[in-house]
């Protein structure tokens, strides 16, 4: 077993280095063109960040530390925080659509976030994305549910009405591609095939206390994640760095 600290694994190594250097023009609050600096700077540097990504899972501490703040979506895919810096504050996270029989719903309840975000098609065909809008009469009828508002329990949802929505943008988001993403924006994201996806997002710091999530009428809120483990890390790391090697390969 590694005795490396996490810190070591994560804080210090070159690659998060990097990117804070990228996002520290912004002082501790990197905002939306600063995060997709950070974005195009993995996008540009792919072999290092694939270097770093073998680091952390040789390193056994690393990965049982990065297993407690990851988890499965109930949709099917993994959301892996791979590392957490205070000055900038921001986050490297690791979204990971595994190679199913047909594509995944990805993120299919439309939401928003209560941080601004940009994020790097590491691998895959891409993203399928749909930005939408409340409006007084076209659309769909939705149920509105705050997150964050029960200081009892913040990952609950909270009922807020009852509104319409109507699709304001669609944004394809290729292999290769950065998309931005501020707490403004409402919206879903899926893959655009079956095959093995993966984006590389960088996190700002939260800017809002509460986001929104829709339901379409008769659909339950109840959506609750489900525990990654290292095994479960290890197997997703693999496989996208087999695809990164894949890639390069004469």
């Avoid at 990097?18 to 063109?33: D, I, K, M, Y």
């Avoid at 900038?88 to 047909?102: K, N, Y």
């Avoid at 913040?154 to 591609?177: F, I, Q, S, T, Y």
Wanted: glycine share 8%; charged share 20%.
């Amino acid at each position: 077993m590694s005795t490396t600290p996490m810190v070591a694994a994560t804080g210090d190594h070159t690659f998060p280095r990097q990117l804070a250097a990228v996002l520290r023009g912004a002082r501790s609050q990197p905002g939306p063109a600063e995060l997709a600096a950070a974005a195009g700077h993995v996008r540009a540097a792919r072999g290092a960040f694939a270097a770093w990504l073998r680091d952390l899972a040789a390193d056994d501490a690393a990965v049982a530390e990065i297993a407690k703040r990851s988890y499965w979506h109930p949709n099917g895919f993994a959301k892996l925080v791979l590392h957490t810096g205070v000055e900038p504050e921001f986050r490297i996270r690791l979204h990971v659509w595994p190679c199913s029989e047909r594509p995944s719903r990805g993120e299919s309840n439309p939401h928003s976030h209560r941080w601004d975000f940009a994020s790097h098609v590491l691998t895959g065909t891409g993203l399928h994305t749909v930005e939408f809008a409340e409006t007084a009469e076209r659309g769909k009828p939705f149920r509105r549910y705050r997150y964050g508002t029960d200081p009892a329990n913040p990952a609950a949802l909270v009922a807020d009405g009852e509104v319409r929505l109507a699709r304001r943008a669609v944004p394809h988001v290729r292999g290769g591609d950065v998309y931005t993403c501020d707490t403004e924006i409402v919206h879903t994201v899926r893959p655009i095939d079956a095959g093995l996806t993966a984006t590389v997002v960088i996190q700002g710091p939260r800017r809002t206390p509460t986001t929104v999530v829709y339901c379409e009428p008769g659909e339950s809120d109840e959506q609750p994640n489900t525990e990654l483990t290292a095994a479960g890390f290890h197997e997703l790391v693999t496989a996208v760095l087999a695809s990164l090697d894949s890639e390069v390969a004469p």
